[in-house]
């Protein structure tokens, strides 16, 4: 049932997400344990798709700070900004707001508690399938190819 009213909101409220969104800056965090990634589905969506963990920022939040304050509130896993290192820096994006993606590999895969006021489902996935059987977001595909480039995946 929430999914279907988060794709009705979604399509009906489309341009004023598009207002929302323009002119702000945005950040991600790619959180990687051994061959899989930290990925988010949002309800408020017209389609199937995952996401990494992230939203806009607060008035003078540093972009590392909302990235990982995201992290935290949309699944509950709760990283040091120290730990991050930047992986996407001020790209522009096609909908007129900006985004920085943070990485992070960790050593052991904590609980994920997916905040269901936001996310409908949030768990590690095998890079293997992505592109297949999960389809992702433009920031998604920027951040594994990034990844791949700096050989950390």
Do not use: C
């Amino acid at each position: 049932m929430k999914k279907i009213s988060g794709q009705i909101i979604y399509t009906l409220t489309y341009p004023l997400i598009l207002l929302l969104v323009r002119n702000t800056e945005r950040s991600y965090v790619a959180v990687i344990y051994q061959d899989k990634i930290l990925l988010t589905r949002n309800w408020l969506s017209n389609r199937p798709i995952w996401r990494l963990p992230g939203g806009g920022h607060q008035s003078s939040e540093r972009p590392i700070d909302a990235a990982v304050r995201e992290l935290r509130e949309e699944t509950a896993v709760a990283i040091e900004p120290e730990n991050f290192e930047t992986l996407v820096e001020s790209r522009p994006h096609r909908k007129k707001f900006t985004y920085n993606i943070f990485y992070v590999v960790i050593d052991t895969q904590p609980e994920i508690t997916a905040n269901t006021l936001e996310i409908i489902d949030a768990k590690f996935i095998d890079f293997k399938l992505i592109g297949s059987k999960f389809k992702t977001d433009e920031q998604v595909e920027t951040a594994i190819d990034k990844l791949k480039r700096l050989n950390i995946i």
